[in-house]
């Protein structure tokens, strides 16, 4: 079974500065990997997903990712953290199960944004 | 135009009952799923199902059940409710392999 692992339960960072969420996946073959993110009582919302494509993937509010097989991580970036992307950031891997591929998601990562 | 909708959005009933949780999505998607988030936030997959297999997590009691009249719609139902079931229930629907848009959670609480 394929496993996700988010270091750091909780970030802060100030505004302004660079956000850096960490993921590490097990997989034994070559994994789907996302990241989401849950506002508040909300549902969750994709923000970038990769595929086998391209190894650095950008996603909707200035986020990026980059998928690094040797280390095995899928860690999310942002050059500038925004008091509005304080939320709580899931990753997770796709693994397939008959016709369906289910996530496995990480434990979360509440993320802090500092006036 | 809501692509993934379910009802209700709070659900407060007592142990024992039997209630279900509706899940609707427009996107003409082939599977949905049922995810629950605990109280630390933590989620985890209970079933996925398209129109030719369910796939169920062994975890999973078999107290809850999905229920598909179509294939816009998975509901789930949960017979016997239990202190520990209280959780915020998410569905989920995708096209094949490819990524899962959510609904906007149900939030229940067995008392």
């Known amino acids: 079974a394929q496993s996700v692992t988010q270091l750091g339960s909780h970030v802060s960072v100030s505004e302004g500065a660079l956000v850096l969420l960490r993921c590490n996946y097990s997989?034994?073959?070559?994994?789907?990997l996302f990241w989401y993110v849950q506002y508040p009582n909300q549902g969750l919302q994709l923000l970038l997903k990769y595929t086998s494509a391209a190894t650095l993937v950008k996603g909707i509010n200035g986020f990026e990712a980059e998928f690094k097989k040797s280390e095995t991580s899928f860690h999310l970036t942002k050059p500038s953290a925004h008091m509005s992307d304080a939320a709580e950031y899931f990753c997770?891997?796709?693994?397939?199960?008959?016709?369906?591929?289910?996530?496995?998601f990480g434990s979360g990562t509440q993320l802090t944004v500092l006036p | 135009d809501t692509a993934v909708s379910q009802t209700p959005k709070y659900l407060v009933t007592q142990m024992g009952n039997d209630k279900s949780i509706k899940c609707e999505q427009n996107l003409g998607h082939d599977t949905m799923y049922w995810y629950k988030q605990d109280s630390k936030k933590f989620l985890k997959i209970m079933f996925s199902y398209n129109n030719k297999e369910l796939i169920i997590n062994e975890t999973v009691p078999n107290r809850f059940s999905p229920k598909s009249p179509d294939k816009a719609h998975l509901n789930l139902h949960i017979n016997s409710l239990e202190l520990g079931d209280s959780a915020v229930y998410f569905c989920?629907?995708?096209?094949?392999?490819?990524?899962?848009?959510f609904g906007p959670g149900t939030r229940l609480t067995v008392t």
């Open positions: 997770a891997v796709s693994e397939s199960s008959g016709s369906a591929r289910q996530l496995t």
């Open positions: 989920a629907s995708s096209q094949r392999v490819y990524e899962q848009y």
């Open positions: 997989s034994s073959v070559p994994p789907y």
